[in-house]
């Protein structure tokens, strides 16, 4: 069942009493008339002049977009522009019930059609706005729409301020280890489409400036190719916080928290590593522990806050002192690691006794000068790492047993 609205004038000329009983059919005068919300399709008879016509007809499409028929006596050119401007469609005087039905069919098809598109724009606008990650529409040409939330972080009123300032948002990646930049996203025009068919592109993350703190945020960035289209949806998702939290882990993880050096579990890890290189190469591998003399009476006459500092500037000075390839970690309380690859017996016993010398000459803050004891020894045929550390071990011992601040190798 149609709801037709027909509004008439006082010398209404058409008679539609054709139509079937199924259908609403209200004469009435459209200034005592309040729009129904179930109405389907207005009619405009030939009665009103067309001037009012389409007056009556701009009224109502301010306030809906139901489809608007003019029913006429005559047409021209003229006419038929002044009716498609303000209202949808028009009927001349011989109509018959199947012309009649027919358009009102079609455009209440149209008008369907229409509003779920509306609806589903609405939707779909409300889902980009409801998001707090920054989201956007883009071609090959640029970005076409964005939320609310993409407008506040570039500070921007509407997204073509955005395509002002910057031909593509690669643009503003910025380069750094890790993440994807302008280089590699937009090394051709489809790098969106490359990204969408990407089994790993939740793995993608970029960094873009923060202009309010000009601090890098972190994103993950993640492209769907909308179905039917050229377009893609963009989403970026803001994971700077996880970001930081995961690197200070990875630093926890591997650095030793009072001195920044290695700690020992990474020098375990890496001392597999080099053992494994040595297996298979046979270039020379050295390992070497250095034992700060007398440390406890640092923390017995000064306290640990002095302690602390003397372990810092201990270790520091080491590995600021050694080669690129060599790998230096805090082992444990006041005892380091040193392992020293492509380096036999002899060169580790006189980059040991540099570093022994360094350390001897310098001014550790409120107790002055320090020393230390070092052992150290060459991977040899058949050790496995404990034979190696074991070895050292008993090498530092002799130092220390024999008066300090000396180097001893076994």
Not at 17 to 28: C, E, M, P, Q, V
Not at 195 to 207: F, M, N, T, V
Request: aromatic share 12%; hydrophobic share 40%; proline share 1%.
């Amino acid at each position: 069942m149609y709801n037709i609205l027909h509004i008439v004038s006082d010398n209404s000329s058409y008679d539609l009493h054709f139509l079937s009983k199924n259908y609403d059919l209200k004469n009435t005068h459209f200034q005592n008339y309040k729009l129904d919300t179930k109405t389907d399709v207005i009619l405009l008879d030939s009665g009103l002049s067309l001037e009012d016509s389409c007056q009556i007809a701009k009224q109502i499409k301010n306030i809906s977009d139901i489809p608007i028929i003019f029913l006429r006596t005559k047409i021209d050119d003229k006419s038929i522009e002044d009716i498609l401007i303000n209202g949808d469609d028009y009927l001349l005087e011989s109509f018959s019930k199947i012309d009649f039905f027919h358009k009102i069919k079609l455009h209440i098809k149209l008008y369907e059609s229409n509003f779920k598109l509306k609806e589903e724009k609405l939707f779909n606008e409300s889902i980009m706005e409801s998001s707090s990650n920054l989201l956007f529409i883009q071609d090959n040409y640029g970005i076409i729409k964005a939320n609310n939330v993409f407008l506040d972080f570039f500070h921007i009123s509407n997204i073509e301020e955005f395509n002002q300032r910057h031909k593509c948002i690669s643009e503003v990646f910025m380069e750094y280890e890790n993440f994807y930049a302008k280089y590699i996203l937009n090394h051709d025009e489809n790098w969106l489409d490359r990204l969408s068919h990407d089994k790993q592109s939740s793995e993608y993350k970029i960094l873009i400036m923060d202009m309010s703190t000009f601090e890098p945020r972190a994103f993950q960035i993640h492209v769907t190719a909308l179905k039917n289209s050229d377009k893609f949806l963009v989403t970026l998702l803001d994971i700077t916080k996880v970001t930081i939290k995961s690197k200070k882990f990875e630093i926890q993880a591997t650095y030793d928290n009072l001195t920044k050096v290695y700690n020992r579990t990474k020098f375990n890890e890496v001392i597999e590593q080099k053992y494994h290189v040595w297996k298979t190469t046979e270039a020379p591998l050295s390992f070497a522990i250095f034992d700060i003399d007398f440390f406890k009476q640092v923390n017995d006459v000064h306290g640990h806050v002095i302690g602390d500092e003397t372990l810092i500037t201990f270790a520091q000075t080491i590995n600021n002192s050694i080669r690129d390839i060599d790998v230096f970690a805090r082992w444990g309380g006041e005892e380091f690691t040193l392992l020293l690859p492509n380096t036999n017996a002899e060169e580790a016993y006189t980059i040991a006794e540099e570093l022994r010398i360094l350390i001897e000459n310098i001014e550790f803050k409120a107790i002055g000068k320090k020393t230390c004891s070092i052992g150290i020894t060459q991977f040899r045929d058949k050790d496995c790492i404990n034979d190696v550390i074991v070895r050292s071990d008993d090498a530092l011992y002799e130092a220390k047993e024999t008066g300090r601040n000396r180097v001893c190798i076994r």
